[in-house]
């Protein structure tokens, strides 16, 4: 019963490089989103999914591309990184609409 | 300016006081969720209500969707209840969360 896995945990990168956030759910939930955590802004959404092959853009989707291609995997792809995009990063799952949410470990993302 | 407000900022109990945080919101929204983080940690799902008051173990959350405003309580608070706690409404037929800052609680033995 894992829930959500994210990989990896931590990550190191260096400007310009690319890298994708791996999440994985085994809870058959249609709905996924990532979110960015910054110290003094809270959590903000990247992008979410709605359902495998749906996407649609949060309120910083800059920077970030990412796809559904099955109900359990939402990976988010970083595709030059830069500086700005240090964060820890969240992916969250949950059922339908208003259910409760459940969140992954994090990936705490350094970009030098 | 955040759509969420949460209050106070920073609380510091000693263990065994009740303790109460408070979020308002400025919109019309579907649920509000309280969520918790332990420090280095990962972030749980406390509650999830659109009404009334909900109860689990010594945490109680109330809404009060004519005020806009929920309260997340704490009885017979204990040092591992330290941690952060995030308001955060969902809105829409995508149920997409809006965060506040969150509270930093820390419970002195």
């Known amino acids: 019963n894992a829930g959500v896995t994210q990989t990896p945990k931590f990550q190191v990168l260096k400007t310009g490089q690319s890298m994708t956030l791996q999440c994985a759910q085994d809870?058959?939930?249609?709905?996924m989103s990532w979110y960015r955590q910054d110290p003094g802004m809270g959590l903000r959404l990247i992008h979410y999914s709605v359902g495998a092959g749906i996407t649609d853009q949060g309120e910083v989707p800059n920077g970030y591309n990412v796809s559904r291609s099955t109900t359990e995997d939402f990976p988010l792809r970083l595709l030059s990184a830069a500086p700005s995009q240090t964060s820890v990063y969240f992916c969250a799952s949950h059922a339908a609409y208003n259910y409760g949410y459940t969140f992954g470990s994090g990936t705490r993302l350094t970009v030098v | 300016k955040n759509e969420v407000e949460q209050s106070p900022q920073n609380l510091t109990a000693q263990e065994g006081e009740f303790i109460t945080i408070n979020c308002s919101y400025s919109v019309g929204i579907s649920a509000l969720h309280w969520l918790q983080q332990h420090p280095g940690g990962g972030i749980v799902s406390l509650f999830m209500?659109?009404?009334g008051k909900k109860k689990h173990g010594r945490l109680i959350a109330t809404i009060n969707i004519q005020e806009k405003h929920s309260s997340l309580h704490i009885t017979a608070s204990h040092p591992r209840d330290s941690a952060v706690y995030i308001c955060?409404?969902?809105?829409?037929?995508?149920?997409?969360?809006?965060f506040g800052k969150g509270i930093t609680l820390s419970v002195r033995p």
């Open positions: 955060a409404y969902s809105t829409g037929a995508n149920s997409k969360l809006t």
């Open positions: 209500l659109s009404s």
């Open positions: 809870m058959n939930h249609e709905y």
